[in-house]
């Protein structure tokens, strides 16, 4: 079926470098939405992209969803602490309300 | 702050056993869904309702797990019989899914063990 694939796997950063975690799929997506887990949580929902091309920006957080819709990324500026946490991409497949998700990138931050 | 619930938090059963896991979605939402989270496979779909009435539970092994939905503020996931391969987190997330919108609010999860 229909999957994506999430990289990179791990990412160890200092505190205050940048981080991109890209989302790519070999088929066209309707939609791609990203999720945020912090270690012992669960799935925060972070924002929805729809459009061919589409940039959203939530403070240091910049989401794009590529022009042929089939890969997106999430960049985060000057990381912090309390960026920590994994970090997923997910979509709905045509005429389905689930969620498939990617396996995730987990940020690691040292101080 | 309008939260989904799920109890138990943590659940340790025996191979063999019946578990049952209970979700209390955000009131209002229309859709409840159930995921299962392991290292091996990730965040995987079971199952899911809209309106209380069971859309898609094609990522469920059938022979052990049920999921119902009684009424609009509780759904439940059952194994039985419990196997060690099922011990996971199990989430429960809800969302007002409309043409729209599709956000999904996830609860804290339980984690299962079957020894």
């Known amino acids: 079926g229909q999957q994506v694939m999430q990289i990179p796997q791990y990412q160890h950063v200092q505190e205050g470098e940048d981080f991109t975690t890209y989302c790519n799929s070999s088929?066209?997506?309707?939609?791609i939405q990203w999720y945020k887990q912090r270690p012992g949580g669960h799935p925060v929902f972070l924002i929805q992209?729809?459009?061919?091309?589409e940039v959203k920006k939530q403070k240091r957080l910049t989401f794009q969803f590529g022009e042929a819709k089939k890969n997106s990324s999430l960049h985060i500026t000057a990381t912090q602490t309390t960026d920590v946490g994994t970090y997923f991409c997910a979509f709905r497949r045509g005429g389905a309300d689930g969620l498939t998700f990617g396996k995730g990138t987990h940020l690691i931050i040292q101080p | 702050d309008a939260r989904v619930t799920q109890t138990p938090r943590d659940k340790v059963t025996e191979m063999g056993q019946e578990v049952t896991m209970r979700c209390q979605p955000i009131?209002?939402?229309?859709?409840v869904f159930w995921y299962r989270q392991t290292m091996m496979q990730g965040l995987e779909l079971l199952a899911y309702f809209r309106n209380r009435a069971p859309l898609d539970d094609s990522g469920m092994p059938k022979d052990r797990f049920s999921a119902e939905m009684p009424d609009a503020t509780l759904a439940t996931l059952k194994i039985q019989p419990s196997e060690p391969r099922d011990s996971a987190v199990y989430f429960c997330?809800?969302?007002?899914?409309?043409?729209?919108?599709?956000?999904?609010?996830f609860g804290p999860g339980t984690r299962l063990t079957v020894l």
């Open positions: 088929t066209t997506l309707s939609n």
């Open positions: 997330a809800s969302g007002l899914v409309t043409g729209s919108t599709d956000t999904q609010y």
């Open positions: 992209l729809v459009k061919s091309g």
């Open positions: 009131l209002g939402h229309n859709t």
